[in-house]
Structure formats: structure tokens, C-alpha cells
């Protein structure tokens, strides 16, 4: 962050916060965020055409995540809010000691929410290739409780229906019954939803399920860990009527992000920008 922004306290409380995502999924953790922190203005940007990073080799998930968060500093950002498991999963290390403005992932939210919420410490995840292979999810819950038994589950078509609009279909309840009906015999009493695209599709999860499993969102939780994160670093905008805006960018259809976005926003999305995220 250049020294002349770090020496004006009110300029840094004006900068807004950067949030990213490989598609449409981080909306999920942008709505939480703009409800616990309405006046915060906020730069969403969405990789759609790139996504889904589920898939991408490490070096590839890496790659992305810095041109997203250079994307994201080039509006000067006040911190930045990586809503995406694998980004999150594959490039943390990099990123945290690249630049100087807070970082919040998701993974260690959603970790903590399911070991507060777990009876018999029986937790299953469900992600994208890449972050269930890097078994990332299976450390931060172990750091919070070494007991808990841990459960991964890749399924890869998930994000691509959910970038269809496909969210509660008979075609995605059984494609979700052909991943998840085996976790049952694994008896576990919570799942984490491990990638933002997930809590789109909650509803047929549930219902696949049952009730007799809990499904934990970390969008919530991500939201609480940036309010703190802002509070910690004196960087909580303190004039709190003030509507705080919220500007959209993509790497692909500007038509499509807006339909879907306004789909499950309940809003309409009128100040979509389609970017060319290979400049940064």
C-alpha cells in the first residue's frame, strides 16, 4: 500500500474491499459481507472465464490468483477477500507474504464453524479436485480439534452447474445423489460446503442428505473474520449511514454474470464490467 495512503487514516476507511472468486460463487460470501457491512464499498471480481480453477494444476491456480489480486489492487483495495476454496487452498502461502493488505480465505472460517458445530467429530467436505487433493481442509480442522475424523469428497461438475443457472434441477439432484450418496456410509454428522459455488446448490444438497447432516456455509463466517480483520487493522469505515457501492467484474459474458448474479442477489446487477484479466 503506498506510504501517502497509509499516512491518511480517512482515505484508507474510504478504499473499498477486493473480493474474488473463479466464477459466480464468492457472491455467496459478497452477500454476507455487504449485509454485515453495508457501508463498505466493494470490488467483486469474477474469473467466469476461466473457471472453473477446480480443475488447473497448482502453478495455474497460482497464476490466476495473482493477476485477480493485482486486478483487485489496481482499484486500490483496502484489503483482500479470496472467495474461492482453491484459490485459497493452493496459493495461500504465496500470496500472504507478496503483498501488504490484509488477506481472508475461506477455508479456515468454514473449518472452525464445522468443529463448534460437529456432535461426533465426524466431518465431511466436499470441494474441487484441487482443494480435496491438497487436503487443506483436513490440517485446519485438525488444528482447531486433532480428534476430528475427516471426510473428502471431490465433485468437479458441481461449479460448472452452477455457473449454468442449473441450481435445483432433477438433472443436478442426481448428479449430486451420484457424489454425495456414498458419504453417507461414512456417518458423518456435519458437511462444509468446501467451495463458494456450493451454497448455491445447499438446498438439493440438503435434500440428497438429509437433515440428519449439517451443512456449514463459510460465507458467514468469512464475513465475520473480515469485520474483525478490518477492526484489528483500523480500516472499519466509521460513517455508517452512508450505502456503501459495490461494482462487478468479469472475464467473460457481462449478460450472463448480470442475469445469474441478479438471479440470486434478488437484485438487479446493472454495473457489470467484462475485463481482459490476462493484463495484470
Known amino acids: 500500500m503506498p506510504a501517502a495512503l497509509q499516512n491518511n487514516p480517512d482515505t484508507l476507511l474510504k478504499m473499498p474491499i477486493g473480493v474474488f472468486d473463479s466464477g459466480l460463487g464468492g457472491l455467496t460470501v459478497l452477500k454476507e459481507l455487504s449485509a454485515l457491512l453495508p457501508s463498505e464499498d466493494i470490488v467483486y471480481f469474477g474469473d467466469s472465464g476461466r473457471t472453473p480453477y477446480g480443475t488447473k494444476s497448482k502453478d495455474t491456480v497460482i497464476r490466476y490468483t495473482l493477476q485477480d489480486i493485482n486486478f483487485l489492487l489496481s482499484h486500490n483495495v483496502k484489503m483482500i477477500v479470496i472467495a474461492c476454496n482453491t484459490a485459497s487452498a493452493c496459493s495461500l502461502d504465496t500470496v500472504s507474504t507478496k503483498y501488504n493488505v490484509p488477506i481472508v480465505e475461506v477455508v479456515g472460517p468454514g473449518a472452525r464453524a464445522a468443529a463448534r458445530i460437529t ?9 474441487t479436485s484441487a482443494t480435496i487433493n ?3 481442509y483436513e490440517k485446519a480442522l485438525r488444528n482447531v480439534r486433532d480428534n476430528i475424523s475427516y471426510i473428502g469428497k471431490a465433485c468437479p461438475m458441481f461449479v460448472p452447474l452452477v455457473e449454468e443457472g442449473w441450481w435445483d434441477n432433477k438433472v443436478t439432484e442426481d448428479i449430486i445423489r451420484l457424489y454425495l450418496d456414498d458419504l453417507k456410509c461414512c456417518f458423518p454428522d456435519t458437511l462444509i460446503l468446501g467451495c463458494t459455488h456450493y451454497p448455491l446448490l445447499q438446498n438439493t444438497i440438503a435434500k440428497v442428505l438429509g437433515s440428519e447432516i449439517s451443512l456449514v456455509n463459510s460465507a458467514a463466517s468469512v464475513a ?3 469485520k474483525d480483520t478490518l477492526l484489528k487493522n483500523n480500516l472499519l469505515r466509521s460513517d455508517t449511514e452512508k450505502k456503501g457501492k459495490i461494482s462487478y467484474y468479469t472475464s467473460d459474458s457481462v449478460e450472463k454474470f448480470a442475469a445469474l448474479g441478479s438471479m440470486f442477489l434478488g437484485k438487479e446487477l446493472d454495473n457489470v464490467t467484462k475485463i481482459d484479466i490476462d493484463a495484470y
Do not use: D, P, T, Y
Open 119 to 127: 456432535q461426533n467429530n465426524r466431518v465431511a467436505v466436499i470441494g
Open 134 to 136: 491438497s487436503r487443506v
Open 224 to 226: 465475520i473474520e473480515v
